[in-house]
């Protein structure tokens, strides 16, 4: 998994509606990438529907969230409509399981990403790493805001 | 109430089948039973509104009777059924109208899902037992 202090690899995939978006999209703001095995798996909704219901408070303190996933961005599409979320999720498709490897987040076994998630900063440097033991544990909100006031102090 | 003992916490959300499949056996436990509202409007978007409706309710006495109506009947939940469990319930239905609105409520309701999230909720039902 990568780590604090090291650079985020750089990214580009497509978003549920079919957009590219790459991580120099968000030079000059913090970003939480949010590795999740599969759209529509019980343990990924919850996960979602909770980051969703505290999306705001996270956008005060000035970081942005978006979900990376293996589905593709079909799949994408019709898990936020279920969710009723509005975090972009990404389609790590093809090649598939690239960005996740490229951030230590991919389990080869599974043919997924383990439930990951990465902090990086306004110029593009890992600030901070949260990987579950298992792709069943989900980090919560609390992990984030615990997370968000460590690095700020 | 449900229920006497020790002190069971429920995170709970009153439009989640889960919740709604686990709350006979909750209730059953031998626990004091302390409710705290945790609606993911995202999933269940009539849920703020539900809980609403538990928390104004209530404010007249009758909490856990509304929470095992809303859990026992779950496909009838637009306002006109919440009349009827209101009036089923001998409840003051304008009072009702008045307090599920407010502020209090609304802020009682957003006090406990935000204790669930620093508490670290990650779905419901979410159980603790204090010590």
């Known amino acids: ?153 | 109430m449900c229920g006497e003992g020790e002190l069971l916490i429920v995170y709970a959300d009153l439009a989640c089948p889960h919740c709604a499949a686990a709350w006979l056996e909750i209730c059953a436990r031998p626990a004091r039973l302390a409710f705290r509202h945790f609606p993911v409007a995202s999933k269940h978007p009539r849920s703020p509104a539900l809980h609403a409706a538990a928390e104004a309710a209530g404010l007249q006495g009758r909490f856990f009777e509304m929470v095992d109506s809303l859990y026992a009947d779950r496909g009838r939940v637009d306002d006109p059924h919440l009349w009827e469990r209101v009036e089923a319930l001998g409840l003051d239905l304008e009072r009702f109208e008045v307090d599920r609105r407010s502020e209090t409520v609304k802020a009682r309701v957003r006090r406990d899902f935000e204790s669930g999230i620093r508490g670290g909720v990650t779905g419901t039902p979410a159980l603790y037992s204090p010590g």
């Not at chain 1, 995939?13 to 703001?29: A, C, F, I, N």
């Not at chain 1, 987040?105 to 599974?110: F, S, T």
């Open chain 1, 1 to 153: 998994m990568i780590a604090a202090g090291e650079p985020a690899p750089d990214f580009t995939l497509r978003d549920q509606d079919g957009e590219k978006v790459s991580l120099t999209d968000y030079r000059g703001r913090k970003l939480l990438l949010v590795f999740y095995p599969l759209d529509f798996s019980p343990v990924c909704s919850d996960q979602l529907s909770i980051y969703q219901e505290v999306k705001p408070q996270i956008a005060e303190k000035g970081v942005e969230l978006v979900g990376i996933s293996v589905d593709h961005g079909f799949a994408h599409k019709a898990f936020q409509e279920k969710l009723g979320i509005d975090t972009p999720l990404l389609a790590d498709f093809e090649p598939k399981g690239e960005v996740a490897r490229a951030y230590g987040a991919y389990i080869e076994k599974a043919g997924h990403a383990n439930r990951s998630l990465v902090l990086i900063d306004e110029e593009g440097t890992v600030e901070w790493v949260h990987e579950s033991p298992t792709p069943l544990e989900i980090p919560g909100a609390n992990v984030i805001f615990d997370a968000l006031a460590s690095v700020e102090a």
